[in-house]
Every structure is written in C-alpha cells, then in structure tokens.
C-alpha cells in the first residue's frame, strides 16, 4: 500500500479535515492544502503538517489536505492515522505539547452526577465539552465508532488528552471489549486520562487484567497518577456479578448499567417505566454500595424530554444511584439540578447533624430531634446529605453560623 487516508470531507463537515499519505521514492515533502481558514491559518497548518511528517519519519511523501477549520490536535492525529493507514512505519508518534489545562488528576469520591459521552471521532464536539459543567467527560472508543475508524478514533482521542481544555471535568474514556480495549490502553494511559470505562462487563477477571495493564504501562512510563476504573454491567450474568465485579480490585470507584445492551440480552423491549429493567439496576446499585463504590445509572435516551429526564434522575436517586449518563449536553443542568438535595431535605438534615453533635459533645448516647430518637444510620444519610449540599453549591460551607431552629 502506497497511500492512506485519514478525516472526514466535504462542505458540511466542520472542526475537521481529510488528510491523504501518499508515499514516493524521491521529491522530498511536497503539500496540496485547501482550507477554509487559510487566510488566517494557511502556514500555520503546512508548518504543523511539516513538522509531522519529520517526526513521523517521512523523508518523501505528498500529503493532500482538505481542512474544514481543523484545530492542530485534529489535524496531527488525522496525518498520522492515514501515514498508518498507508502502511508507513512511523519513527514516533505525532505529539504536540501537552497543555498545562489537562494535567489535573482525580480522586474516589468526587461527584460523578453527570458524564457527558463524546463520540471518540468526532473532535467537533470535544472543544465546547467542558463548558457546559459536566462532572465527566466520556471520550468514547466503543459503541459510538464505526469498526473501521477504532484506530483514528485513538489517535484522535490520544491528541485531545493532550490538547483540549475540559474545565476540570474528569477526563474519563470508555476503551473497547477484550483485546481491542487492552490495546486502547496503550493509546490512552500515558496521557492523563483520570478514568477508563470498561464497556459489557460479565466477569471480575476483566476488571483486573484492565488494571494490570495500566499499572504495566505506568510502571514502564514512571507514572504516578491513579487511573479509576468504572466497569458498566450490560448483560444478564454482569447483572448476576455485580458485587464481584464492583469489588474486583481497588481502583474501582464506580459500577454503571447499561440499558440498551441488557434489555436486548433478555429479550425485553426497553420502556419509560423500567419495570423490565429494575432488578438489574437493584443489582449494580446493590452490588456497588456493597463494595463501597458510586452507583451509576444508565443514560437517558430522548434528548427533547427534560421532564421525563428529570423524573428518571430523581426516581434513581431515591433508589440510591448517583449518577447518569448524559448523550446530550442540554441534559447535564437537568440532571445535576435533580440529583441535588431540595431545602426541605438539607434544612432536615442539618437540624439532624447538629443535634448529633451537641449530644456528642454532651457526652450523650442518644441523639434526639424533639421528642424523635434518631439512629445512626440516620445520621450518617444526614452527614451526606449536608456535604453533598455544600459540593453542590446549596449550603455554605459555614453554616452552622447561621443555625436553624431545632
């Protein structure tokens, strides 16, 4: 194969380019660009597509592009997926600097009410991302690419680990099934990705050779930052499993359902009222709260019902769950607005969290709020309660200054 290529064309194609590799004996690098931008940008994009070829180890190629306002993490993955494509053995991979606004890390327990998820080909969705306040975002290898673009998809989402400013939202990608999504590994974990989604989960065993691999990659790198895991249970025996795959290594933070793929697996048809779906979703939410991890709910699917959405999140909230999936970013606000704590619900729980500690201090045994004893689990629901309001921006961290009326 003598050529490769790479991107998308055409006049209704935006933040993208198509890319052509074609190899040659002699001539050294000759470029043919059309750009929309190329007033602005024009020597920009043939500097960009220069250094690439140096670095890819091209000595004589002729590369065609058609860009349709391409940012530079686009464009260095789109060449160097078509120099692959056109069977070029490539001297090192095609990075640019990693920017300073993606070297942020994450922890356990920080919220993960919403997840946007990103089709992991499509960058004309990654650069506004972070602006709508997604806790996550998903850069997905899996369901959303077509299996002939897995490995631009890569590349791509590679590049914008490196490139694209998501606000502090956790940079979270759902790799692939088995061997491919080991694979996904290589791409994606020397790039500060905080959180990997291991898709259609039925045994523990998956988890844990997930993680080996990225502890594998890490120690070769001398990389220190943890990379969290979230299997996400769609199938009958995942269902089966939840438990143990929630508790299959440490680096498990969260377990999520997936609907689509369960439903099919036992031959129902998915519905608004779930009935067909609720013991699977008691199972991860179960199995997650027994290992001490974040239950996570599946997504849902009609992006023009914000009150059936926000009737789902608060349904999954009073069954435990706390989080959703988001596949559209008019979602997020809906869901965040629903998984938070009402007035009437933060006003009870701070009545509660301050008799507990004015009987603490008392040296008491018994906690009461007015003629009601309250037991520990009670108190313990309060607390979270209270700390949730004050991540989410309904309680001042100060509060107790200004204490209700007992």
């Not at 039925?202 to 120690?219: C, G, K, L, S, Y």
Request: charged share 25%.
């Amino acid at each position: 194969m003598t050529s490769g290529e790479a991107g998308k064309r055409g006049p209704k194609v935006r933040s993208d380019c198509w890319i052509q590799w074609e190899r040659r004996d002699s001539g050294g690098v000759a470029i043919d660009l059309t750009s929309k931008v190329d007033g602005m940008y024009g020597e920009s994009i043939i500097a960009l597509i220069e250094e690439g070829c140096r670095t890819l180890g091209a000595d004589h190629v002729r590369i065609t592009v058609e860009d349709q306002g391409a940012l530079p993490f686009t464009l260095a993955a789109r060449l160097e997926t078509a120099a692959r494509r056109a069977g070029h053995a490539v001297a090192e991979e095609f990075l640019l600097p990693m920017s300073g606004r993606g070297t942020y890390g994450s922890d356990r327990d920080r919220l993960r009410r919403s997840r946007l998820y990103l089709p992991g080909n499509e960058p004309k969705f990654y650069v506004n991302a972070g602006l709508h306040n997604p806790d996550g975002v998903i850069l997905d290898l899996e369901d959303s690419v077509a299996p002939t673009e897995k490995d631009a998809a890569r590349a791509l989402v590679r590049n914008a680990l490196r490139a694209v400013d998501f606000y502090g939202a956790e940079r979270m990608v759902r790799i692939n099934q088995g061997e491919p999504g080991l694979e996904d590994l290589e791409w994606i974990v020397p790039h500060n990705v905080n959180l990997v989604l291991i898709p259609k989960v039925e045994d523990p065993q998956q988890v844990v050779e997930v993680d080996r691999r990225i502890a594998a990659i890490n120690q070769k790198l001398g990389l220190k930052n943890p990379v969290f895991l979230m299997p996400i249970v769609e199938s009958a025996l995942g269902a089966w499993r939840a438990y143990e795959i929630a508790a299959a290594c440490p680096n498990v933070v969260g377990l999520a359902i997936g609907l689509e793929d369960y439903t099919a697996d036992i031959g129902a048809q998915r519905t608004l009222e779930g009935t067909e779906s609720f013991w699977a979703r008691a199972q991860v939410l179960n199995g997650a709260k027994a290992a001490h991890v974040q239950p996570i709910d599946t997504v849902f699917s009609d992006v023009t019902d914000m009150d059936g959405l926000a009737a789902s999140v608060r349904e999954a909230k009073g069954l435990g769950f706390v989080g959703k999936g988001c596949i559209h970013p008019r979602q997020i606000s809906v869901v965040h607005d629903a998984f938070a704590p009402g007035e009437a619900e933060i006003d009870r729980a701070r009545k509660i969290v301050l008799a507990f500690e004015e009987a603490e201090a008392k040296g008491l045994g018994v906690v009461s709020l007015g003629s009601k004893m309250i037991d520990a689990p009670v108190v313990k629901r309060a607390v979270t309660t209270v700390e949730t309001a004050i991540r989410v921006g309904r309680l001042d961290a100060d509060w107790r200054e200004e204490r209700p009326p007992v």
